[in-house]
């Protein structure tokens, strides 16, 4: 027994290490000549089944108005749309690829990741149908943000505005203050209700799990548009004009003026580091209730002031003489033009049979978005959207300000900055320096994003 | 195989519930009925062994179903089983006990390989690889993780969650088990330090909210509803470092406590009633008996709890990921591995990351291991 | 070798006896007070969400659940919302679906683990040791690292130069397959599974296997007439732990289900919205997904009572 031990005691150990080389030699990968991989983009990818999944990172309740939003269609034209919401589509997305369980269509958050999923090789290019209704009902700007490296994979959706600043027109009257103009006339404004309430004005809050932090890279981008104009954003959202550059640095420090002012923040919750420390939708209540009297947020934040109570316990409205209003972050000089940040999601197919196509055609047509919008809740760049459809006054100001040619209009920077940096190390940095990191240690730090 | 899952989806889902679960019996009571017969000798059961050693592998590709490839496979399958027949016949322990061994262990081994090993080997493989996977990079993710401020943090986190969950879970949870042994209503004191495993984490987190929240006015947060009402200011308990990774561990050990006292307590009542009767005889007293008698009567089941909640508190991923998000160096190694795998693409960085993970596991193997020989169960 | 089997045979004696109230209740006036002062500390978080539950959802938003105690406003919303939502995936749906897949996946890997266990156990075979050592190292493999290998070997199976040796299972995005999330699920539960029943099977007294052995049964006849029905009190204990796991769980779910099978986790995480912003209505999600578990907890728990007796005592 023992001389036997020793002779061949680590055979099933080798044996089984053996069979995991093997794996790890030899499986998986596309491979053009195989069966049920998606490979190259002549091969026939999904089946006209009469079914097309969708795959997005919209849950809940706005799933169901997704849902409801293409209901018709879908009977009309006999193709059962079956959605599938995830709150984790970003982490997602990418096991789904490279593990080749992919759906039909996919909607994007972000272009940035439209980019490293279509650097995976499964993403199909639009096909033609799709490109002429994308043509006819978006700007050249739109159609580019749902291009990787000129080729057209993505469809515009939705879109939101950023860069509104939340606040109490009752209050506004009642302390004798009046929307600002200029940006620092803004952060006067904090200084000014501070005083007079002996009450941080402003509030905001970073937490989102893992993305904690992105509500402050809005924030930066409005500042950085504004101070230094729409070629230098382009250029920093490129990667070309690094974080440690003086513009980045002076639009944190603008920022830092309000922000990292104790007497300005955080309104209702605490001191500055409670900014980490609030969820960025919690603070849609205290904005209903009046006890945060301002607040930086993109359009979203209405559904949040509306599921909430003012402070008579009544439900809070969203109107310019309501209980809540918002107006777009002011230039720095008042006769620049109007510029906004806004975001927005992307539909890309992985299969190219023609019912996929039918679908994301239909998604990229004026139909859908009247559809949609009007179920209220989200607007649409879509140049065919009919601003009357929008569900509410704020929501109609928004379409109008996206229709408006004048408008400069800039897609969120960290959307399109590389994951490393747009979804890692710009959002770690904002954490760190509420935090009280010193703001160039921070933007080294962001910066250093992009080295790996 | 897949014609039978494929097939199987199409069943109502709970019908396909039994449908699975018979489907496995008969697979399972084939091997059993296998193994019980492997050893016999005499020609009829060398036939037997001969079939199974050459037939079943062929069979199951057959089953599994094949494209393009069906006879080299089939081929292959019966080389490869003639060659298994072979060395079984002539093994040491005498005909059949190899392929008796294989029913027993085969199905699990194989899982095993396909599902775990064939993963850490690509992990370890990529974990000496750039985070593109372009090149040899030799110990450079490993210089990452021990020069990088994020490595750092995520690897002495790490330390203070093994050192601190395991042991604090388990103390409460035995305690509670003694302390509740026997006692009127046992089953129902049971259920409330239970119930923290039956809620899932997602649920988990909104409880904590209601723990850690901070605010100013009204708290909804238990903590600095108390400290307020001492008039004290609101403490942000999860930024509060260095303290904040302690407050996601008591999380972890609100949860495992009752993993711990489950196991204990069936363990206590296992230990002899003579020997504790003995020792009360003797005039020990309650914590003597507890400590020289019933002690040492679960000794191995306590080793068994800490490992298991060790391995649990290196592997703990979500409640940093939803409490904190690793913010103010909350940070831990698994969460890190997943946040440069998915946010950075990282995939270096993660590998590294995963590989640190298995060594620091070691330590518990080594413990593990040398307890088992002590104890002779490893015969 | 032979202290097992005393401490087994004395194990037995006591078992026997434990039933009688033989034993005398080492708790003192002290522990009663520790006992109640844990269970209040574990169960406060629990009984906070429980109300809250029962709270409107600006009520939850704005003041502590405690506050409801002294000035109570109850409502139903917060149930009637979460069974209400979901067009996709209601929640009724997602309960099924937490059943289907929870079941398999708790069975399936404890019986292939007890079989495995019961080798590593009774089986003299050359590296024994070591391999066994590897399952149990295996413990610490990150379940984020196996996804995406596993998912490559769901979807498009193994070859080698162009040889299938392994078809994928052809089941992406089929209605109503469950078979990835069961396969999954089992093999991560493995390494875990195969170190405990070991603990439990290995203890087994000497002289019960080898008086089977004298009988005449081989090893399937031991495994199935005697470890089993022995060590059956402890294999379901620690199946009550795998059950909890995978119906707690919500990784594994979502890379290997899609749409309409997805469990009552991912219908629970979609209940907050895109943005989180109903968080309130987990409250309710929480309790409803917990009636499984707790109802399973209660069913089994004589088992706690009565088992894991042969892996409990070791001198």
Request: hydrophobic letters at 50%; proline letters at 5%.
């Amino acid at each position: 027994m023992k001389k036997a031990q020793r002779r061949l005691k680590l055979a099933p150990v080798i044996s089984m290490a053996a069979i995991g080389m093997l794996l790890a030699g030899c499986s998986g990968g596309a491979d053009p000549n195989d069966p049920n991989a998606s490979g190259g983009a002549a091969a026939q990818v999904g089946q006209a089944d009469g079914v097309v999944d969708i795959y997005g990172p919209v849950t809940g309740l706005e799933a169901e108005l997704l849902e409801k939003s293409w209901a018709k269609w879908s009977e009309e034209n006999g193709i059962k749309i079956r959605y599938t919401g995830d709150k984790n589509f970003e982490s997602q997305i990418g096991i789904k690829v490279q593990g080749g369980d992919t759906p039909d269509l996919a909607v994007f958050p972000q272009p940035g990741l439209l980019q490293a999923t279509v650097a995976q090789g499964k993403v199909q290019q639009l096909p033609e149908a799709v490109q002429s209704q994308l043509q006819n009902n978006w700007s050249e700007d739109w159609q580019n943000y749902g291009k990787v490296d000129g080729v057209q994979y993505g469809v515009p959706l939705m879109a939101s505005v950023k860069g509104y600043i939340w606040y109490s027109p009752k209050q506004f009257e009642q302390w004798g203050v009046s929307v600002p103009q200029t940006w620092d006339e803004m952060t006067a404004l904090g200084a000014e209700i501070s005083k007079k309430t002996d009450e941080p004005a402003w509030c905001a809050g970073f937490a989102s799990g893992e993305a904690s932090g992105w509500p402050g890279t809005d924030w930066i981008e409005d500042a950085v548009l504004r101070q230094s104009g729409p070629e230098a954003y382009d250029k920093w959202v490129a990667g070309e004009l690094e974080f440690t550059s003086p513009e980045i640095a002076s639009a944190f420090d603008s920022v830092g003026k309000i922000l990292l002012d104790p007497e300005q923040v955080n309104a209702g919750y605490g001191d500055v580091k409670s900014i980490n420390a609030t969820a960025f939708g919690d603070v849609g209540t205290a904005v209903a209730k009046g006890t945060c009297p301002l607040t930086h947020q993109a359009s979203f934040l209405e559904g949040y002031v509306l599921d909430s109570k003012n402070a008579d316990g009544e439900k809070a409205t969203v109107a310019p003489d309501g209980d809540v209003w918002a107006f777009v972050a002011p230039p720095v000089k008042a006769d620049d033009p109007v510029s906004i940040v806004g975001g927005g999601e992307f539909v890309a197919a992985f299969s190219n049979d023609e019912e996929t196509a039918k679908v994301q055609e239909y998604l990229a047509s004026a139909d859908w978005a009247n559809s949609r919008v009007s179920l209220g809740g989200v607007i649409s760049a879509n140049s065919g959207l009919d601003p009357a459809n929008a569900s509410s006054d704020l929501l109609r100001s928004a379409v109008e300000l996206l229709q408006d040619p004048n408008t400069t209009f800039r897609f969120d920077g960290s959307d399109l900055m590389p994951k490393s940096v747009g979804s890692d190390s710009f959002w770690k940095g904002l954490v760190d320096w509420i935090d009280g990191k010193p703001t160039k240690e921070v933007l080294e730090n962001i910066q250093s994003g992009y080295d790996s | 195989m897949s014609e039978f899952f494929q097939w199987l989806a199409g069943v109502p889902p709970l019908i396909q519930v039994p449908v699975v679960l018979l489907a496995f019996a008969i697979l399972i009571g084939a091997i059993l009925g296998f193994v019980e017969v492997a050893t016999n000798g005499g020609r009829a059961f060398t036939v037997v062994r001969f079939l199974a050693a050459v037939v079943v592998p062929v069979a199951i590709l057959l089953v599994l179903g094949l494209y393009n490839s069906v006879m080299w496979v089939a081929a292959l399958a019966a080389v490869l089983g003639a060659v298994l027949f072979f060395v079984d016949r002539r093994s040491r322990s005498g005909a059949g006990s190899l392929l008796q061994l294989s029913g027993f262990l085969a199905p699990a081994m194989l899982l095993l390989a396909i599902g775990l090993i064939y993963p850490t080997i690509r992990t370890a493989i990529s974990a000496f690889m750039a985070n593109d996977g372009s090149g040899f990079v030799g110990l450079g993710n490993f210089r990452w993780v021990f020069t990088s401020p994020d490595g750092l943090t995520a690897l002495l986190n790490t330390l203070i969650w093994v050192l601190v969950a395991p042991v604090v879970s388990t103390i409460i949870g035995l305690a509670y088990a003694v302390f509740i042994d026997k006692s009127r209503g046992e089953k129902y004191f049971k259920l409330l330090v239970f119930m923290p495993m039956a809620i899932s984490f997602v649920g988990a987190s909104i409880i904590f909210k209601f723990f850690y929240d901070v605010r100013q006015g009204d708290q909804i947060g238990v903590l600095n509803a108390i400290i307020t009402a001492f008039g004290a200011k609101p403490v942000d308990w999860l930024g509060l470092e260095p303290w904040n990774t302690l407050f996601l561990v008591v999380i972890l050990i609100w949860t495992q406590a009752g993993f711990a006292m489950v196991i204990l307590s069936a363990a206590i009542k296992g230990v002899p009633a003579e020997q504790l009767e003995a020792a009360a005889l003797d005039g020990a007293s309650p914590w003597q008996r507890f400590a020289n008698v019933t002690l040492p009567g679960i000794r191995s089941t306590v080793i068994v709890v800490l490992t298991t909640i060790s391995i649990a508190s290196l592997k703990v991923f979500d409640i940093v990921s939803s409490m904190t998000g690793g913010r103010s160096d909350t940070t831990v190694l698994a969460y890190e591995m997943v946040r440069q795998f998915q946010l950075g693409a990282r995939t270096g960085y993660s590998s590294a990351l995963a590989v640190i993970l298995f060594i620091l596991v070691l330590p518990i193997i080594i413990y593990n291991v040398r307890q088992h020989k002590k104890q002779g169960v490893m015969r | 070798m032979s202290t097992v089997g005393e401490s087994s045979r004395r194990l037995m004696a006591a078992t026997e006896r434990t039933s009688g109230k033989l034993r005398k209740a080492t708790t003192s006036r002290g522990a009663t007070i520790a006992a109640f002062i844990i269970a209040a500390v574990w169960t406060i978080p629990t009984f906070g969400l429980f109300v809250s539950s029962f709270r409107q959802a600006d009520d939850i938003k704005t003041s502590g659940w405690w506050t409801a105690l002294s000035n109570p406003s109850f409502t139903l919303d917060n149930y009637a919302q979460a069974f209400a939502s979901g067009d996709s995936l209601p929640l009724s749906k997602a309960f099924l679906n937490s059943l289907v897949i929870t079941i398999p996946a708790a069975v399936v890997p404890i019986l292939i683990a007890s079989l495995a266990a019961y080798a590593f156990a009774w089986i003299n075979f050359k590296g024994r040791n070591t391999l066994f050592v590897l399952v149990f190292a295996l413990q610490i493999v990150p379940i984020q690292m196996a996804l995406v290998p596993l998912l490559q070997l769901f979807s498009d199976g193994v070859k080698i130069g162009g040889l299938y040796i392994l078809p994928g299972l052809g089941v992406n995005g089929l209605d109503g397959a469950y078979a990835k999330v069961w396969i999954a699920h089992t093999i991560f539960a493995l390494p875990l599974a195969i170190f405990m029943l070991h603990n439990f099977i290995s203890e087994i007294p000497d002289e019960v296997i080898e008086a089977a052995r004298v009988d005449g049964a081989g090893h399937g006849k031991i495994f199935s007439k005697i470890v089993l029905p022995l060590t059956m009190p402890a294999i379901a204990s620690f199946g009550i732990f795998q059950f909890l796991w995978v119906w707690n769980d919500l990784l594994v779910a979502t890379v290997f289900t899609s749409g309409g099978e997805l469990p009552i986790t991912k219908a629970l995480q979609d209940l907050s919205g895109t943005y989180g912003q109903s968080w309130e209505l987990l409250t309710a999600g929480a309790f409803i997904s917990m009636i499984i578990p707790l109802a399973v907890f209660f069913a089994l728990q004589r088992f706690f009572v009565r088992g894991l007796l042969a892996g409990a005592t070791k001198g």
